[in-house]
């Protein structure tokens, strides 16, 4: 048989079980090579599909092989550290290869790279004063000068020659037709921040002697070309920006690159005005809020080698950067990094992969570390440089923790304490800032009727409904996005008795409107943020002074620099603490941590107060002292004792169905193949297993959802085990019956 061009293909859209290699014979016209990708037919109707060529080899093909349809350019092609990367995550995580795949390429891949812009040129053959010989009237003129010009640049926009020589559109196509001018396309890539680079102002960077050492430090650990991982762990305020900006001039004079994530999109614009100020058009930002247009553009135009700094969440470190130097996760603690989509992927361990690869100092940074980054920093898997002091004349804020019981006694539906409600006052007295933590949505919690005790429910999920206030109060759900109006009347009973239950942070504003009519107040939530460009604007006029108060849920707490800023209120600090989660006292600890750390960034001194139910609670005490030491001491004896990472790590199953008796089945089936298996083939494993039992939320959008537990050691049996329990437990032809895998999930 004769030999023909035999591609080996992986498909970018796959179920678990089908992710596997498929050969494709390529035609004699096409060129491709391994890392490109490719349009192929796929199935028995043949529709169309993407794949990643693996290997291009010569040989007779074994069997009837279809032909690949086209291959894309080599700006989308992965690298062999992308293609590495790929087949890593598959192995750890139990994704697909296209799952991985899909998060470094371009998305979507087929459509058009660039806008354009319609462009104007002279034809090449043209001379003006022979051309416009058969012209006469007033725009004879106009048309010579335009074409001169034309002589002189080459090409211009269309609108733009409209403009400067007052010549319509229509004018414009008459020259077309007369084939004095055509028009052509000139791509031009997208900027999101092209405003930025307008008003750059580099703030030079004076550092402090505890800066300086810690700079050394970390300098000596990036030029030593060795992959490297450092926790460079400072109180709030103590001024780790400073030093990792001086770190970042420091790898790229030495000719490499530099990845910058930071957790939210709340804290891009900040830090993008920072390295963009210092480091102008070769820095890319990469975040959701971007346009698709724009994403793409930022990746190809890194793919090509035109930045050297990749800032964004926690998808920029699928960045195709090359020559990396430093990749710095900042606010490492943050749950952020940790994806809950279908590539189930931490920030922190694609980072450590690409560290290694290019040799490259991996930096987590942060005022309340992860706690197993700590551990890891306490026994010398990381290096660990501290900031203990806050940085110049800033010192940490005098924290009050209030028993808010006392004034929920004398008004039930009280938000604002009789302490917060004063200290408010004293700082719009006084001409400066607060910043107000309330970590809930919407108006009110829930609503129940007084009649039959019926708490309103949304249809699709095993939620209740929350309030959301307005012209027209409706009723939210927070997991599927359902909507409805406050009805008048219970939809059970039809009582005309409904409750209002609990608070959000639309109460909240409500009532600092109530108490502090003249305070101008800037509300910083999800439901606010909703447009392009309105987290920049909430942002700029609490930075500039157009507001007094700002208040807002978690995403007020991390990273913002506010030097007007001297008071800071938690209105309920209980919220987090007691959560199924056992992570509940190290996010409340950090939170609190992160918050308290707004007030006082400059000279003037800063407060805060901790609004609430159990004042006692050592959580509080800890976060008002910021003493990190004795908070990580006592936790780590707790995770050793009842045996939680670090000392283990945790696999989260889930079984999804939109029919519920089906769900109980499967659920069934699969503890009898784990504990059969467990007990046979895999009995040389180590494994606890916990469940099944209903996920925190049993029903989101209609579909039912079962879980199990499993504490384990990962090696490479164990990695087989959970392989094999995906690929036999999963049914690729029904879409509703689903099971995943999350392994050390950001939520239990």
């Known amino acids: 048989m004769e030999e023909k061009k035999i591609l080996s293909i992986r498909l970018l859209s796959t179920a678990k079980a089908t992710d596997r290699i498929y050969d494709y014979l390529c035609p004699e016209t096409l060129f491709p090579k391994r890392g490109d990708l490719v349009k192929i037919p796929f199935g028995k109707g043949n529709r169309e599909q ?34 590495d990367l790929c087949e890593h995550l598959r192995s750890q995580i139990f994704c697909t290869f296209g799952d991985a795949a899909r998060a470094i390429l371009p998305s ?74 055509f028009f052509c396309e000139k791509e031009e890539m997208r900027n999101s921040f092209a405003d930025l680079l307008q008003n750059a102002a580099p703030v030079e960077l004076v550092l402090s002697k505890e800066q300086e050492n810690a700079f050394s430090e970390l300098k000596e650990l990036a030029e030593s070309g060795k992959a490297q991982g450092a926790l460079l762990y400072g109180v709030t305020g103590s001024g780790k920006t400073s030093v990792m900006l001086a770190l970042i001039d420091f790898v790229l004079s030495q000719g490499k690159n530099v990845i910058f994530l930071v957790p939210e999109i709340a804290l891009t614009s900040q830090s993008a005005r920072l390295l963009v100020s210092r480091y102008g058009n070769e820095v890319a930002i990469l975040h959701s809020a971007l346009s698709e247009g724009e994403r793409r553009d930022a990746i190809l135009a890194i793919g090509k080698g035109k930045k050297r700094i990749v800032l ?33 992927y931490h920030a922190r361990d694609v980072a450590r992969f690409r560290a290694a690869r290019h040799g490259a100092l991996l930096l987590l940074a942060s005022a309340t570390p992860d706690i197993e980054s700590y551990y890891k920093a306490k026994n ?40 917060l409600h004063a200290e408010i006052q004293r700082n719009l007295d006084a001409g400066e800032q607060t910043i107000l933590l309330m970590n809930r949505r919407g108006y009110r919690k829930f609503v129940s009727c007084m009649q039959c005790g019926t708490a309103l429910r949304c249809p699709h999920c095993s939620v209740t409904l929350t309030v959301h206030n307005g012209k027209n109060p409706r009723l939210v759900c927070h997991y599927c996005g359902y909507t409805a109006p406050l009805p008048e009347n219970c939809p059970e009973c039809g009582g005309a008795h409904l409750a209002l239950h609990g608070y959000g942070i639309q109460h909240l504003e409500e009532q600092l409107a109530e108490k502090f009519p003249q305070a ?36 007020v707490a991390k990273g913002h620099n506010f030097p007007n800023v001297t008071l800071v209120g938690i209105v309920f600090a209980d919220t987090s603490l007691y959560t199924s989660d056992y992570r509940a006292y190290e996010h409340t600890y950090s939170l609190l941590t992160q918050v308290i750390g707004r007030a006082g960034r400059a000279e003037k001194p800063g407060r805060a107060l901790i609004q609430t139910l159990n004042p006692r609670h050592n959580v509080f005490s800890l976060a008002a002292r910021q003493d990190y030491e004795e908070f990580y001491e006592g936790e780590i004896a707790l995770r050793k004792s009842f045996l939680f990472p670090p000392f283990c790590e945790l696999a989260v199953f889930t079984l999804a169905d ?91």
């Open 50 to 83: 993407y794949g990643i060529v693996l290997e291009v080899r010569q040989e007779a093909p074994q069997r009837e092989c279809k032909e690949i349809l086209s291959v894309f350019p080599p700006e989308y092609a992965l690298g062999e550290e992308m293609l």
């Open 108 to 181: 979507p891949v087929y459509k058009k790279a660039a806008k354009s812009v319609r462009c104007l040129a002279i034809n090449a053959k043209t001379d003006p004063e022979t051309a416009l010989s058969s012209f006469s009237g007033k725009n004879k003129e106009k048309y010579l000068a335009l074409l001169r010009f034309l002589q002189t640049v080459k090409q211009a926009e269309a609108v733009e020659c409209e403009k400067r020589f007052g010549i319509s559109s229509s004018s414009l196509r008459l020259l077309e037709q007369k084939e004095v001018v």
């Open 312 to 344: 964004g969440t926690r998808s920029a470190i699928f960045a195709p950067l090359e020559h990396i130097g430093l990749i710095v996760i900042d606010e490492e603690q943050d749950s952020s990094y940790k994806s809950d989509t279908a590539l189930k």
């Open 380 to 419: 010398d898997k990381y290096h660990l440089v501290t900031l203990k002091n806050r940085y110049g004349a800033s010192r940490l804020p005098e924290v009050g923790i209030i028993d808010i019981r006392r004034d929920l006694r004398n008004n039930p539906s009280c938000l604002i304490g009789e302490r």
């Open 520 to 555: 101008r107040v800037l509300r910083m939530d999800s439901d606010t943020v909703t447009g392009k460009g309105s987290l920049d604007e909430i942002l700029n006029r609490f930075q500039s002074g157009d507001a007094d108060v700002l208040i807002g849920t978690q995403m």
């Open 658 to 748: 939109e029919d519920e008796a089906r769900l109980l089945l499967r659920a069934k089936r699969l503890a009898d193949q784990l504990s059969t298996q467990l007990a046979g083939e895999f009995q040389d494993v180590s494994l606890v297993v916990y469940g099944p039992f209903d996920a925190t939320v049993y029903k989101i959008r209609g579909i039912y959802r079962k879980r199990f537990i499993l504490k384990f050691k990962n090696t490479r049996r164990t990695r087989a085990l959970f392989e094999n329990i995906l690929i036999t437990q999963s049914d690729p032809k029904d879409r509703q019956a689903k099971l995943t895998l999350d392994i050390n999930p950001g939520m239990i």
